[in-house]
């Protein structure tokens, strides 16, 4: 289906011979933007590292990726494809800059050759969204980057590589108030699009606020116990997750 970005269904991951998700079902459509919460331990990042493709999981199950089966295909194969993962805890890059990073990486995933200046234009639009300084694209990748500088420089590859589904997977965490504005503000730009979608891992509304929301899912102990609207975003922030821990242990 074309409006169809992303469709799992019955997905097992392993790491380390330890089944983590059990057969998680998910579907997200073209520019749709879910909301994935749980407790931590529940599987979250594992669901976003096994869609990337790290090697440290193994992943049964069917997933297709803009109508093309995903799990037979390479990690940079994914990404090329347009699949984008803000990771929990960046990485730092000596040796390849911030502005470089981001350049090879769109060239490869356009197949084409980017003239610098033009690049370089919309860098700058991109930085002064999330109020990024200048002297960062020339910085080492994530080299001395402070954790929210880290996070930034992630939504800055969001919004110049228009992945056509991003995960974010806790994006938010150890921002201080106006760094979370500026990271959302960042994220709600992507939004605009249209043509990006999606799955916003996180356990605080705060990131929410300005942003659409489509659906919010629950993972508890590698199963999604149960899946609704925004409103079950605020559920949660009110009641915790006691109701679908208890519902999800009393042997569901
Ligand atoms: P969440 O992001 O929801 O907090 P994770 O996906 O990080 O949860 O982890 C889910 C469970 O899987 C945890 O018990 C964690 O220890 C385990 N796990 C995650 N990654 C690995 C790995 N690479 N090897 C072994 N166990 C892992
Ligand atoms: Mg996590």
Known sequence: MESQVLHIENLTVRAEEKEILHGVSLDIGKGETHVLMGPNGAGKSTLGCALMGDPAYEAAGTVLFRGKELLSESPDKRAKEGLFLSFQNPLEVPGISLSNFIRSALEARTGRRIRLWDFRREMKKAMEVLKMDESYADRDLNVGFSGGEKKKAEILQLLMLKPSLAILDETDSGLDVDAVRTVSRGVEEY????NGSLLIITHSTRILESLHVDATHVLVDGRIVASG???LVDEINAHGF????????SGL
Not at 191 to 194: F, I
Not at 242 to 249: G, K, N, S, V
């Open 242 to 249: 006691e109701r679908f821990l208890q519902a999800e242990r």
């Open 191 to 194: 939004q605009k699009d249209k």
């Open 229 to 231: 609207g925004r409103s």
